[in-house]
């Protein structure tokens, strides 16, 4: 009981120091609200930490306190971040930045809030006239030759969150030594430190020109235009989740030479609320209900749909029956790496010195591809900026053809440096359009490659634990899992355990060799000798520990076994399960 006496001192502490002149009335209103509340639960989660600019920037709740998103946070990291890149950059004059938004409430708001701070800091502002996307964001800096840029989005979150995504002049999401030194410069921030008066001759309003620059970009990740051509009227419905996706994407397949394009009406609506779905996260299958509605009234091919900041996409095919099949982002990585590899080969379009990269979480199918194909394959952490960063460690020498993880985002050209939704449902269509080409949907083409690699499922569980007592008990789960391993996962034998924080991978003799990696993450995974594979660490953008499953099972010998091998293996996870004490 005193330990909850004395944070609630501290959270009523902290929160008084809102009250002052530097806040606007809502502000104070709202702060004072929760003084004066009997119940300290919310004032505790806004003001029990302040909202934690991390490697990727800020994702919070939006509302008032340190612990949320609102116009002084985003404001005090801005100033921090417009501090560091007049310190990176220092003589010069000719500074610019690129800021971007999605369709989340406040988003606009918070952007041009971004933008006023980095002109007053003596730094060009690229602002978009409205919402775009995160990918086309990334492409901007580099096609500008920018510094910096920020785009103000919750990505897949719910409707409640608000976020501001940092990226650097090579338009990823900013890594050492940058992290660091932003992170240090935005510490140092105080609110009457941060410069909200802006300068209206250092912001230029930016949009359709860019758009064009973009799309054609994106014909960058084009395989084999004739398939197109052939299948010009491959039946596609789109949703863009009520967000950035909705101009772009239709653009972007008819640029391809896709004809027969469909939207979801109620879904092409600009709305943070996402009023039609329950989340707009496109790995969630009641996201894809209405898509696959209209789909079945227009006897669509496939059904397609990114969410609201269009970096992530989901597709939806038919099965052996006729029936809607979701895939899920292992399979579409999957997919995607067999065709680029083997359709680059057939044209002559490979010339020996190509790669792909697959996070670690993500289905290790996809390296047996690319050995057995012979093109190198790259595991990195889970998150774009290290795919990108790969990218960039190569730039001149090697050449990037395709890189993806299993949370629903793959990036199939190197002229972005984030997930790229637009790019890649144009390559899902051509793939969709070759496999028609050949008789067969994608959900055959996914059999093909399951019989000739073998069956793998996967799973992810997601263990939500809000606020501050959550935050410590995930903080030791993974303590425990550190220091208790658990003996073997479903009556599997472990054979290697790797832990990313030390860097260490444990053989079970017991010999521990390092682990190159170009940074350490808190992340644990263990290996079978049966081939499954378990890996768990905490979301870097949520209030959740992900375990990410993988079981194999070698008994698929035809198309016919998909759906055996499938209750077969969640039989397995349920082993797993308990094993882990989930």
């Known amino acids: 009981m005193s330990q909850n006496n004395e944070l609630i001192a501290q959270c009523e502490a902290r929160a008084k120091e809102w009250l002052s002149p530097s806040f606007d009335e809502a502000t104070r209103k709202a702060v004072q609200a929760m003084l004066d509340n009997d119940d300290k639960t919310e004032l505790i989660d806004a003001f029990y930490r302040d909202l934690e600019f991390g490697t990727g920037g800020l994702r919070g709740i939006m509302g008032a306190g340190t612990n949320r998103m609102n116009i002084y946070i985003v404001g005090m990291a ?58 086309e964001i990334s492409f901007v800096i580099r096609h500008l030759g920018c510094q910096a840029g920020v785009n103000v989005t919750a990505s897949h979150n719910p409707k409640e969150y608000n976020g501001y995504k940092a990226y650097w002049d090579d338009g990823a999401q900013v890594l050492a030594p940058h992290d660091k030194g932003i992170i240090d410069e935005v510490n140092k921030v105080g609110i009457d430190d941060v410069k909200f008066e802006g300068n209206p001759d250092l912001i230029q309003i930016v949009g359709g020109e860019l758009d064009v620059d973009y799309l054609c970009a994106v014909k960058d990740a084009m395989v084999d235009q004739d398939v197109i051509l052939r299948q010009k009227d491959l039946n596609i419905v789109y949703s863009p989740l009520h967000g950035c996706g909705r101009v772009i994407i239709p653009a972007a397949l008819r640029t391809w030479g896709f004809q027969n394009i469909h939207v979801v009406p109620e879904q092409m609506v600009i709305d943070g609320n996402f009023p039609t779905v329950v989340s707009p996260n496109p790995e969630n299958a009641e996201a894809m209900t209405m898509g696959m509605n209209l789909g079945t009234k227009l006897g669509a091919d496939l059904v397609i749909a990114s969410d609201p900041d269009a970096d992530r996409l989901a597709i939806v095919c038919r099965n052996a029956k006729g029936e809607w099949e979701i895939l899920n982002g292992n399979q579409t990585c999957m997919m995607f790496s067999w065709y680029i590899i083997t359709n680059k080969k057939k044209l002559g379009q490979l010339r020996g010195n190509e790669f792909l990269v697959k996070t670690i979480v993500t289905t290790e199918v996809i390296k047996q591809i690319a050995d057995r194909q012979g093109v190198a394959l790259r595991d990195c952490y889970t998150g774009f900026k290290w795919i990108a960063n790969e990218i960039r460690v190569s730039e001149g020498r090697e050449k990037y053809i395709g890189g993806g993880e299993e949370s629903f985002g793959f990036l199939p050209y190197d002229k972005v440096r984030d997930k790229d939704a637009p790019a890649a449902i144009c390559l899902i269509c051509e793939i969709a359009a070759w496999a028609k080409d050949h008789g067969k949907t994608l959900y055959d083409l996914l059999m093909d490659i399951y019989l000739e690699y073998g069956f793998s499922y996967e799973h992810t569980i997601n263990v939500v634990r809000p606020g501050k007592t959550g935050a410590d008990e995930i903080r030791q789960m993974m303590e425990n899992f550190r220091n208790n391993p658990p003996q073997d996962l479903g009556g599997s034998r472990i054979v290697l355990s790797k832990d990313f ?52 099972n070698p008994t698929m010998k035809c198309a016919g076994c998909y759906e055996r091998c499938i209750a077969e293996s969640k039989e397995k996870i349920e082993a797993i399960k308990k094993s882990l004490g989930l």
């Not at 007049?86 to 606009?108: E, Q, W």
């Not at 170009?518 to 979301?539: A, E, H, M």
């Open 501 to 552: 924080l030390k860097l260490e991978a444990r053989k079970a003799d017991g010999t521990v060799e390092p682990i190159q990696m170009p940074d350490t993450s808190n992340v644990l995974q263990w290996f079978c000798d049966d081939g499954t594979k378990v890996s768990v660490r905490p979301s870097g953008t949520e209030p959740k520990i992900k375990f990410y499953l993988e079981i194999k």
């Open 78 to 135: 801005t100033q921090g971040f417009a501090n560091y890149i007049n310190k990176a950059f220092p003589g010069r004059d000719d500074l610019s930045v690129v800021v971007g938004h999605d369709c989340r409430n406040n988003g606009r708001l918070f952007a041009e809030t971004v933008a006023n701070i980095f002109s007053a800091n003596g730094i060009k502002v690229y602002l978009f006239e409205s919402l775009r996307p995160t990918p």
